[in-house]
């Protein structure tokens, strides 16, 4: 199954979907201050994935790995440069990709 490109968990194959669509961005972009109507090629808002994957990290629900991945392409994770409009680009993915 894995030859045919069978996918096992659907959270991790979205996850990094999102984070290749980020590092594209970041690369073109040269950072990661991205519009909030910026839509991927799959038509996903990529700054309401980044605000939550702040979020998580504030929290402590993201994983080492997935840190490490975001530092990697300059992803600013830090509490201290949170924007309060973080929360509305949150709830507004969360709303438009639940």
Known sequence: MNEIGMVWNMRDYLWNEMFEAAKAFAVKGQ???????YRTANERYLSGWYAEQRKNY????????????LL??????????MKKSDVHIHEEYIRKNA
């Open 31 to 37: 950072s990661l201050k991205i519009p909030y109507h």
């Open 58 to 69: 504030v929290k402590g629900k993201i994983s080492t790995e997935r840190i490490e991945k």
């Open 72 to 81: 990697s392409i300059g992803a600013e994770l830090k509490p201290d440069i």
